[in-house]
């Protein structure tokens, strides 16, 4: 984060149309060779180096959007060209929904909220959302273990084995109370919540801190929220703005949708919690837009 955030904001927008061919040809390498692990492939192993090409698309897919939502910012004024902006990042969001969904829908929610930021119409986002969500639909009807999943959802005591893990997190979320258990003293994370240390590791912060750290951990990302967007208002040009925008939404849209799992708000999905779930690849590049972020920040300061 340190390097990154002496970096001129300019470099990255020299390289987004490099970073986000070569983030696409690592996620299809992905699906050819790529390492699973627990029943999912997302992950390439080069030597002694593991690394998931899903999360370092995000920031290549976002910067990549940012360079060219700045060139053109007049043009996306209704739907057809809105559709057409989309169509860049259609290829990355189909390469990354092969193995990883969730990720997916990630990558294409940010690209849609960073359009929104730049055009002035808003009822196309509307009709846009709509085509989204019948698409989904059509998604789910055509069968899976997505299908599965909603149903389980829908009808836990059916699918017991399905909602294992969910109601463990919830029962560790239970155990809390107002002030939870302490530090360290989870019971829940010891053979009963299957990898607590990644998506479900808000349950964990619920039984240990309790109902007021786990409003602490919201907060805080709300600040983050607040804070970004203010950097963003005052950022020098259009690109470093979209850029704070598009890192700042993909940590707050990332930490709604892992928070609504856990406490089985939405179906199970695999989501990790920003700065929390453990990730090594996660982690570098969350680090490396928060630099980006402070890059923008800092020239900011200097105008």
């Not at 919201?218 to 040009?237: K, P, Q, T, Y």
Request: charged residues 15%; glycine residues 10%.
């Amino acid at each position: 984060m340190f390097i990154v955030s002496v970096i001129p904001c300019e470099w990255w927008k020299k390289l987004s149309f490099l970073s986000y061919v070569l983030s696409f040809l690592m996620c299809a390498a992905v699906i050819v060779v790529g390492k699973g692990s627990n029943g999912s492939t997302r992950w390439l192993k080069i030597g002694p180096i593991q690394l998931q090409p899903s999360e370092i698309a995000k920031i290549a897919v976002i910067i990549f959007m940012a360079a060219l939502l700045s060139r053109i910012p007049k043009q996306v004024k209704d739907l057809k060209s809105i559709i057409k902006v989309l169509l860049f990042v259609l290829p990355m969001v189909g390469v990354i929904a092969v193995s990883n969904l969730s990720t997916a829908i990630i990558v294409g929610g940010i690209a849609v909220l960073m359009i929104f930021v730049v055009s002035p119409k808003t009822k196309e986002f509307f009709v846009l959302g709509a085509g989204l969500v019948a698409l989904g639909a059509i998604g789910v009807k055509m069968g899976g273990y997505r299908v599965t999943r909603i149903a389980a959802w829908l009808h836990p005591e059916d699918y017991p084995d399905e909602v294992y893990q969910t109601l463990q997190g919830m029962y560790a979320i239970g155990s809390g109370g107002l002030l939870g258990s302490g530090i360290g003293n989870s019971r829940q994370k010891y053979l009963y919540v299957p990898e607590p240390q990644n998506d479900f590791i808000f349950s964990i912060l619920c039984e240990e801190l309790g109902f007021i750290g786990a409003a602490l951990v919201v907060a805080l990302f709300l600040l983050l929220l607040l804070r970004g967007m203010s950097i963003a208002v005052r950022a020098r040009d259009k690109f470093g703005a979209l850029l704070t925008v598009g890192f700042v939404v993909q940590v707050i849209l990332q930490a709604i949708l892992n928070i609504a799992v856990v406490t089985n708000t939405i179906p199970n999905t695999g989501i990790s919690l920003p700065f929390f779930s453990s990730g090594g690849t996660s982690l570098l590049m969350l680090l490396g837009e928060m630099g980006i972020v402070l890059s923008v920040s800092r020239q900011t300061d200097m105008v």
